[in-house]
């Protein structure tokens, strides 16, 4: 046996999840999908005192839509929201983001809660909730709380929730609401070396048209560029009310990665991500657009 | 010592029983404890799939799953996935058919997978094929046999002839 001992829990119902935790805070941790948490665990990359099995809680689990807002509950497999009609109607970003995530068998038992609270920086959701302004529903023993997207991802691996907190809901704003409107596009694209790998780099872009034909409102994450998901906000303020040819993308792709630093590792140069990730938001942003103007 | 979990799970059609702590994998619990060896580990965190196994209907890395998860789950192994006589099923006879295999580590996960996959998907493009493999690991084989054994029991499964292996497939 590879990991470390710890005591097993599997709660029922949120509200003995969270008591656990209010019970054992940094000695504690939820196990979600369990296919980031269980390798490092069998590494020995991390241990715990205790593990909290998510998976018999069945209210963490589903997909609702309710007044412009799709709400994806923490433990919806990836399978699920993959093959989802409603998901793909309402969040298309998050529906063609996630067959991007590891391999099919990792999907079948992925959780999307698990993957934003495990916070990797080349994952793709974190930088769709990014991009979307999609908002985390946080529960603890003393109540709940909101999360804007933009204050989540604080780090590698490292997010806003506090140990006593669970991630029990993630809302995103969904098409045809007042954010994305029905002149929409939304696109997805990564560089890996296999498909399956964690990216090298990978951009997602979502823009909304106003009745002119200009952006109304833009998008733009980005991942594997640096230590938590990154927005491209200049790039995003650059392209209000304008609309871009073809030819005034690959300046946006550049501006969008203007300020990052990327990690130089074996895998790939910082200076090659930051090349790859320029030209990745200047395809992600022509799709979108293209898709938006119909 | 740690506490031991009781386990009982429906493996292969039969119901079974075990303990274990709360550490031990499904992969170690179907191998030690239920002498279903013919699940293999190979990297033991996720990456190489040999250890794909079906709970409750949907193919999963056995090695990242704990026993205890398991608890009340629907299992098949590589043991169970053939017909009962012995015999090999058409995936399994498309893999011996295309040469989808050497030294056979890595066939237990690729069948399971495979099985997942053309039940989602029984008509695959060869990307999709591709695609769809590209979460088992084989050293031997360079993928030609294993992806010309997915076509030709995607054929016998849909009730049509076998199709011959392709030339290149062969090595």
Redesign the interface.
């Known amino acids: 046996?590879?990991?470390?001992?710890?005591?097993?829990h599997?709660p029922t119902s949120v509200a003995d999840a969270v008591a656990l935790l209010a019970e054992h805070t940094d000695e504690a941790k939820p196990l979600a999908g369990?296919?980031s948490l269980?390798?490092m665990?069998?590494?020995r990359l991390t241990r715990f005192e205790h593990?909290i099995?998510l998976?018999r809680i069945g209210e963490l689990r589903g997909v609702t839509r309710e007044d412009g807002t799709l709400t994806v509950k923490a433990m919806t497999s990836q399978?699920e929201v993959e093959h989802s009609p409603e998901v793909a109607a309402a969040v298309p970003l998050l529906a063609r983001a996630t067959p991007y995530i590891?391999?099919?068998?990792?999907r079948?038992?992925g959780t999307v809660g698990g993957n934003l609270a495990h916070a990797d920086p080349a994952s793709e959701l974190p930088a769709v909730a990014l991009a979307l302004d999609a908002e985390f529903e946080v529960a603890s023993a003393s109540g709940s709380r909101r999360v804007p997207a933009s204050e989540f991802f604080i780090g590698t691996w490292t997010t806003a929730l506090e140990s006593e907190e669970l991630l029990t809901a993630i809302h995103f704003p969904a098409l045809g609401g007042a954010a994305w409107g029905d002149r929409s596009g939304f696109a997805v694209e990564e560089i890996a070396r296999?498909?399956?790998d964690f990216a090298l780099a990978g951009a997602v872009c979502a823009v909304a048209l106003d009745g002119s034909g200009n952006i109304a409102r833009a998008g733009i994450g980005l991942f594997g560029m640096g230590a938590t998901p990154e927005r491209a906000r200049a790039a995003e303020e650059s392209l209000v009310a304008r609309s871009p040819s073809a030819d005034d993308l690959a300046e946006i792709g550049r501006l969008a990665v203007e300020g990052l630093a990327p990690t130089d590792d074996i895998h790939a140069s910082a200076a090659y991500r930051r090349r790859v990730g320029a030209y990745l938001v200047q395809r992600v942003l022509g799709r979108a657009l293209e898709e938006a103007r119909g | 010592m740690?506490?031991l979990?009781e386990i009982t799970a429906t493996v292969n059609g039969e119901r079974r029983r075990g303990h274990a702590?709360?550490?031990?994998?499904l992969a170690?619990f179907l191998r030690e404890d239920l002498a279903l060896t013919g699940t293999h580990l190979g990297c033991?965190?996720?990456v190489c799939?040999a250890c794909?196994v079906f709970v409750d209907g949907?193919?999963?890395?056995s090695?990242?799953?704990?026993a205890?998860?398991a608890d009340g789950a629907e299992i098949t192994t590589i043991e169970g996935i053939g017909p009962a006589d012995g015999t090999l099923g058409p995936v399994q006879q498309a893999f011996r058919d295309c040469h989808g295999l050497q030294c056979g580590f890595c066939t237990p996960g690729f069948i399971v997978?495979v099985h997942?996959?053309l039940a989602?998907n029984p008509q695959p493009s060869d990307a999709e094929i591709?695609?769809?493999l590209?979460?088992n690991l084989c050293r031997c084989t360079g993928y030609q046999g294993i992806i010309a054994a997915v076509k030709q029991a995607a054929v016998t499964l849909a009730g049509g002839e076998k199709v011959a292996a392709p030339a290149g497939a062969t090595h």
């Open positions: 046996m590879k990991p470390a001992p710890f005591e097993y599997a369990g296919q269980v390798p665990l069998a590494l593990l099995d998976n399978r590891g391999h099919f068998q990792i079948n038992r296999r498909s399956g | 740690a506490a979990h702590e709360a550490r031990k994998t170690d033991e965190h996720g799939g794909t949907v193919a999963v890395r090695c990242l799953m704990f205890v998860q997978s997942a996959f989602d591709r695609e769809a590209s979460g």
